[in-house]
C-alpha cells in the first residue's frame, strides 16, 4: 500500500536532514511511500534541505501546526496518512510495520505508539519511558486516545471522514483529531511501535511542561476547550 509520511516544518534546518535520513533509509520499497514536507513560512534553510533530499515541499503562508498539518494531509495520494515531526527519527522498519498492521487488520483504522527522547537529561529521557507510555495506554482504555502527532498513521479515508484536524487549535491539534477518529473506527495503540525525537522543549522547564500538558489534557480532554499553546523552541 502507498503511504504519505506528512511532516510540518517551521524553521528546522537543524534537525529536517536527520528525520529525511531516517525515512530514505527504510525496509519499505521507496516507491511507495511519499514525504511531503509543509514549510510553514520557515526564515531558514528547511525548505532547501527538504527539496534537497527529494521530500516534496509545500509551503504553507498560515501559521500553525494544525494547518501545516492539515495541508500536508489533504496533499497526500497514499491511502495510509503516517505522522512524524522534523526533530523526529523514525526506526528503519517504521512504514514496513505501518504498512503490514494495517494490511493485516482492514478494520483498524489507526495505529499509534510512544516518543522516546534521543537527548536531553536523564529525569526527560525516564519521564518519556515510563509515565508517557502509561499515560497513553490509560487514555487508550478509557477510549480517549492520544495520538503524539510525530508517531501515528490513519487510513485516509477514515481521516477525511471526520474532515481531518481542526485548524484552529494553537496546540494539540493530533489529540483532538484522535479523540474524533476514535468515534468512528478503531484505533490501536502499540507500545512496541516507538519513534525518537528531540528534547529540545525541556529549555522550557520540566515543570512548566507537566503543568502545560495536564491543564491542556484536562481542558481538551474532559471540558470540550482548546488547549494552552505551545512555545516556539528551536
Known amino acids: 500500500m502507498f503511504i504519505s509520511v506528512v511532516i510540518p516544518a517551521y524553521n528546522e534546518e537543524k534537525y529536517i ?46 501559521k500553525g ?6 495541508t500536508g494531509a489533504l496533499a497526500a495520494r497514499g491511502e495510509i496518512i503516517a505522522s512524524t515531526d522534523a526533530d523526529t527519527v523514525v526506526p528503519p ?21 510512544p516518543v522516546r527522547h534521543i537527548d536531553g537529561s536523564d529525569f526527560a529521557k ?13 487514555t487508550d482504555r478509557i ?10 498513521a490513519v487510513r485516509r479515508d477514515k481521516f477525511m471522514q471526520v474532515g481531518g484536524y481542526n485548524t484552529k487549535l494553537v496546540a494539540a491539534e493530533d489529540v ?6 476514535s468515534k468512528i473506527t478503531r484505533l490501536q495503540f502499540d507500545p512496541t511501535f ?10 522550557e522547564g520540566i515543570p512548566r511542561i ?17 488547549p494552552l499553546p505551545l512555545p516556539d523552541i528551536r
Open 210 to 226: 507537566v503543568g502545560r500538558t495536564v491543564v491542556s489534557g484536562v481542558r481538551l480532554l474532559f471540558k470540550g476547550e482548546s
Open 93 to 113: 522498519n517504521w512504514l514496513e510495520r505501518i504498512a503490514c498492521r494495517f494490511a493485516a487488520e482492514p478494520d483498524l483504522g489507526g495505529l499509534y505508539g
Open 194 to 203: 516507538v519513534a525518537y525525537t528531540s528534547a529540545r522543549r525541556e529549555q
Open 176 to 181: 483532538d483529531l484522535s479523540i474524533r477518529m
Open 65 to 70: 501546526i494544525g494547518q501545516a498539518r492539515q
Open 143 to 152: 477510549n480517549k486516545p492520544c495520538f503524539s502527532g510525530n508517531n501515528f
Open 17 to 62: 536532514g536527520r528525520c529525511l535520513e531516517a525515512l530514505l533509509t527504510q525496509t519499505y520499497p521507496r516507491d511507495q511511500f511519499e514525504i511531503i514536507v509543509v514549510d510553514n513560512n520557515s526564515t531558514d534553510r528547511t525548505a532547501a534541505i527538504a527539496s534537497g533530499m527529494g521530500a516534496i515541499v509545500i509551503h504553507e503562508p498560515r
Open 126 to 138: 525516564a519521564y518519556m519511558v515510563t509515565v508517557m507510555p502509561l499515560l497513553m495506554h490509560v
